[in-house]
Nanobody
Framework: VQLQASGGGLVQAGGSLRLSCAAS????????MGWFRQAPGKEREFVAV????????YYADSVKGRFTISRDNAKNTVYLQMNSLKPEDTAVYYC???????????????????WGQGTLVTVSS
């Protein structure tokens, strides 16, 4: 699977952004899709994951209630709607694909087989 993330940018605290990740090369609906982020000097951390069908989602506590992950299997795209952004959300955001079924086990980067190139989100205070 080839993944292409987009939608990052500069936004003020309290604002919103929507990230997109377009997939190609394999059957998109055969993969759970996750978002991770990596801030400067920090390890890559889990943000959210959505099941193959889109029916189930799971979030990191730090973004729960502010971020929403969704997918459109007809468009081979996964989204991350980010609201009420905070300066600590500043990071490079990566999408990733996992062929597994149990999304609550997909909170660690090594679980994922394919990664996009990342898109930078900067939240100013």
């Amino acid at each position: 699977v080839q993944l292409q993330a987009s939608g990052g940018g500069l936004v003020q605290a309290g604002g919103s952004l929507r990230l997109s990740c377009a997939a190609s090369g394999r059957t998109f609906s055969n993969y759970a899709m996750g978002w991770f982020r990596q801030a400067p000097g920090k390890e890559r951390e889990f943000v959210a994951v959505v099941r193959r069908s889109g029916g189930s989602t799971y979030y990191a506590d730090s973004v729960k209630g502010r971020f929403t992950i969704s997918r459109d299997n007809a468009k081979n795209t996964v989204y991350l709607q980010m609201n009420s952004l905070k300066p600590e959300d500043t990071a490079v955001y990566y999408c990733a694909a996992d062929p597994g079924l149990i999304i609550t086990s997909m909170t660690h980067a090594p679980a994922y087989d394919y990664w996009g190139q990342g898109t930078l989100v900067t939240v100013s205070s």
